[in-house]
């Protein structure tokens, strides 16, 4: 009740009169039955506007941070994001990553929509990063479909640290539906689980515009933090140090036109799949 309030009545036309976010490939949105929704991931209001243009319902994973806050605005954020379709994700690996997804599966069993972003957290330059395989032991485990979606233009309506948002204008391009039941018995298979992941990344990125890089978001975010203490800058993404990038223009108005490809940057060599703390069995949530 909570959730349709806030959509249809008080925040829902508020955001629509004043970002006019528009919206491209609402009809892939299935009508009914079960679906994963999986979103690069600019800002924090990426959790906003996305459930204000899709019809139907999102719960989405959440960062179990959100949930544990102490005192009065702690509590009253924990009771915000369980009041808005939003459900703690341990990101921490093991046992509790695998918790946090069987809550996510439950979702999707009963018929219902969640929303993951694959990154694991927030985009730290606006680049698109490499894929936890939390989202395809979901859809390997359950056979839903999965439906991409760009976000384009939340960060600049609100980066990172910045509380107030700027008003400008927001846009949601939403994707045809991935199949992966071809896969089906394979779900334990990290092979497969990878090969579903950067798949669905691939995606993104051709939707999105984002040039990809083959790194994990939090392990860059760890590495620009140490380096912000030590007092060094973080130098500038070439493409010496890049694995291969597309940029599709994103200039025509109503956003930008599927697999028209500008550029192409250079490979750069892989990371490995699972590194100590990396996290990988994590789902992705927002940070």
Not at 24 to 44: C, E, I, M, R, T
Not at 110 to 125: A, M, Q
Not at 144 to 170: F, Y
Request: net charge positive.
């Amino acid at each position: 009740m909570f959730y349709w309030v806030m959509k249809r009545i008080i925040v829902g036309p508020i955001l629509n009169l004043l970002f006019r976010p528009w919206v491209k490939g609402l009809d892939n949105v299935p009508a009914s039955g079960p679906a994963v929704f999986v979103s690069n991931h600019l800002s924090f209001s990426d959790s906003i506007f996305l459930p204000i243009v899709v019809p139907r319902p999102v719960v989405f994973l959440a960062k179990s941070e959100y949930f544990t806050g102490k005192g009065i605005k702690g509590r009253l954020t924990a009771l915000f994001f369980r009041l808005s379709n939003q459900l703690p994700m341990d990101r921490s690996g093991g046992a509790a990553s695998s918790s946090s997804l069987t809550a996510g599966m439950e979702i999707l069993n009963g018929g219902g929509v969640l929303g993951i972003y694959p990154e694991g957290t927030r985009s730290p330059d606006g680049r698109l990063y490499r894929g936890k395989t939390g989202v395809a032991k979901l859809v390997l485990a359950t056979g839903v479909p999965v439906i991409p979606v760009a976000m384009i233009g939340t960060d600049k309506v609100q980066p990172i640290g910045r509380r107030i948002p700027n008003i400008r204008r927001v846009g949601v391009i939403i994707g045809e539906p991935l199949d992966f039941t071809r896969y089906e018995g394979l779900g334990d298979d990290r092979f497969v689980q990878r090969s579903v992941t950067d798949e669905i990344m691939y995606e993104l990125m051709r939707l999105s515009g984002q040039e990809y890089v083959d790194a994990y978001a939090s392990t860059v975010k760890d590495r620009m933090a140490a380096e912000k203490a030590a007092g060094r800058k973080t130098p500038k993404p070439d493409a010496d140090n890049r694995r291969a990038a597309v940029r599709i223009s994103t200039d025509p108005p109503g956003g930008p036109a599927p697999g028209a490809v500008t550029e192409i940057g250079r490979a750069r060599a892989q990371e490995p799949d699972s590194a100590p703390g990396s996290g990988e069995d994590g789902a992705p949530a927002q940070r």
